[in-house]
């Protein structure tokens, strides 16, 4: 727990450029998949012998359901956050002039023959 604690909080401080936040995405994991190898341990030990299939179903269950919502979250404020050319939405406000994409532009004219 305290590895991911600790990648979420160097990627909270420091995610200006890919570099770090690939490690700090790397090291999370690392920390996840070690909580997720330890976990049914833990319920087996935690619950009575004929609840164990319960308890560990359940978990599996939860740990699905949480995998399907958390990517489809992490996905909406990523959207939120980017603009439809790939540039994050910060990018706009800097001032600097730039070209659009091909697509773009040839759609920029079929828009004007009509």
């Given at each position: 727990?305290?590895?991911?604690?600790?990648?979420l909080?160097?990627?909270?401080?420091?995610?200006d450029?890919?570099?770090?936040?690939?490690?700090w995405?790397?090291?999370?994991?690392?920390?996840?998949?070690?909580?997720?190898?330890?976990?049914?341990?833990?319920?087996?030990?935690?619950?009575?012998?004929?609840?164990?299939?319960?308890?560990?179903?359940?978990?599996?269950?939860?740990?699905?359901?949480?995998?399907?919502?958390?990517?489809?979250?992490?996905?909406?404020?990523?959207a939120t956050?980017?603009?439809?050319?790939?540039?994050?939405?910060?990018?706009r406000?800097?001032?600097?002039?730039?070209?659009?994409p091909?697509?773009?532009?040839?759609?920029?004219g079929d828009a004007?023959?009509?």
């Open positions: 727990m305290s590895i991911t604690a600790s990648a909080l160097g990627m909270a401080l420091a995610h450029s890919v570099g770090p936040v690939i490690l995405s790397c090291i999370a994991s690392v920390g996840v998949g070690a909580a997720f190898a330890a976990i049914p341990n833990l319920i087996v030990g935690a619950v009575d012998e004929h609840e164990t299939g319960e308890a560990t179903g359940v978990n599996t269950v939860m740990r699905n359901i949480g995998s399907a919502v958390g990517a489809q979250v992490a996905g909406t404020i990523i956050h980017v603009l439809a050319s790939g540039l994050p939405a910060r990018a406000d800097s001032g600097s002039p730039r070209t659009p091909a697509s773009t532009r040839a759609h920029q004007t023959r009509c």
